[in-house]
């Protein structure tokens, strides 16, 4: 015969309160006696009742989580980016005493913001009107790693021109001169602003880039081979090459390796993204470090300040990315 199921009803019985003095105890009211929430507490241990967690949510009218939102693409989980960001928003969320709802959208359809208190969205592509209609129904909404600067929203982003920037500084202080780069998407504003950053500082200090020395990936490790291998196919190679992520950087040393060059003396390579693989490679790679974990547990908490409504106006952060110098660069081979 199964087990009686505890209910709301059982623990007043046995306490002699009634159910709203049991609700109240539960949802933590301070109006209740001492006496009464004593006997209440001894009802709800003795019976072991356990209570139901959306009933409370529904009764004090919060759902006491937050939903990430994120554009699916091949590799998902396999991204460290990807993969970074859950893992911050989900350890604050932990420290937060909320919940994490996870969704990926292909950008189509409509967000379903019943169940949360508020949206962080990651790297809007295509999908404004998502964020818009969350908006529309009152959602607290949070954009983040991506600067948003025609609407009133709040968001934490990294300044990703500024890491290109650096980057093509970096190379160029080296000597470098035929310098190629394996884009990001360029539909994506990271991939676009890295990019951005990268061209105008050699447009400015190196006379520009030629578009032989330009391909556009996807951040994929394909999109890496096939970039890394045309450019060997070039009378004048780059003498070094920055990807925008490590993944994709990674796949070019081992493209190069494979041809038999050396990496950094034949050709030096930079990256993006600080991903902990960077360190265990042939070479440990150079790169740009974006603190996404930190960028994460900064977007829930400000999300969770708009929730509380703490803030006033909009929280609008940008933070700086830096070079971590490993062993992929050095000055170009005469």
């Known amino acids: 015969m199964p087990k009686k199921k505890i209910s709301i009803e059982d623990v007043a019985q046995r306490a002699k309160v009634s159910i709203t003095t049991v609700s109240r105890v539960i949802n933590n009211v301070p109006t209740v006696s001492d006496k009464n929430r004593a006997k209440v507490e001894e009802a709800i241990a003795a019976l072991k009742f356990k209570p139901n967690v959306s009933a409370q949510r529904l009764a004090r009218g919060v759902n006491n989580a937050i939903g990430l939102v994120m554009p699916g693409y091949p590799g998902i989980f396999h991204s ?4 970074e960001l859950i893992r911050g928003v989900g350890h604050a969320c932990e420290t937060h005493r909320m919940d994490m709802v996870f969704h990926i959208t292909d950008g189509n359809n409509p967000i379903n913001s019943n169940n949360v208190d508020g949206i962080i969205f990651a790297d809007i592509i295509e999908n404004r009107k998502q964020v ?14 991506n600067r948003v600067d025609d609407m009133e929203i709040n968001y934490v982003a990294i300044d990703n021109f500024e890491g290109g920037r650096i980057v093509a500084e970096y190379l160029t202080g080296f000597g470098h001169e035929r310098i190629a780069t394996i884009t990001g998407k360029l539909t994506t504003q990271s991939g676009h602003h890295r990019f951005e950053g990268f061209k105008q500082y050699l447009e400015s200090h ?13 951040y994929s490790r394909r999109s890496a081979r096939l970039a890394a291998e045309d450019f060997l196919k070039l009378d004048e190679r780059p003498t070094a090459i920055f990807a925008a992520s490590d993944d994709m950087a990674l796949e070019a040393i081992a493209v190069l390796l494979e041809k038999g060059l050396r990496v950094p003396e034949d050709i030096s390579v930079i990256g993006f993204d600080d ?14 470090r974006q603190p996404l974990f930190q960028m994460a547990e900064q977007a ?13 106006g909009h929280v609008q952060q940008v933070l700086t990315p830096e070079i971590v110098v490993r062993e992929t660069c050095c000055p170009p081979q005469k």
């Open 206 to 218: 190196n006379g520009g880039i030629p578009p032989q020395y330009v391909i556009e990936g996807d």
């Open 300 to 312: 829930v908490k400000v999300l969770v300040d708009a929730i509380n409504k703490k803030n006033e």
């Open 275 to 288: 991903n902990p693989a960077c360190l265990f490679g042939p070479v440990a790679l150079t790169t740009v």
């Open 132 to 145: 818009d209609a969350a908006m529309a129904g009152g959602t607290p909404v949070l954009i983040i790693n």
């Open 80 to 83: 460290y980016y990807a993969i």
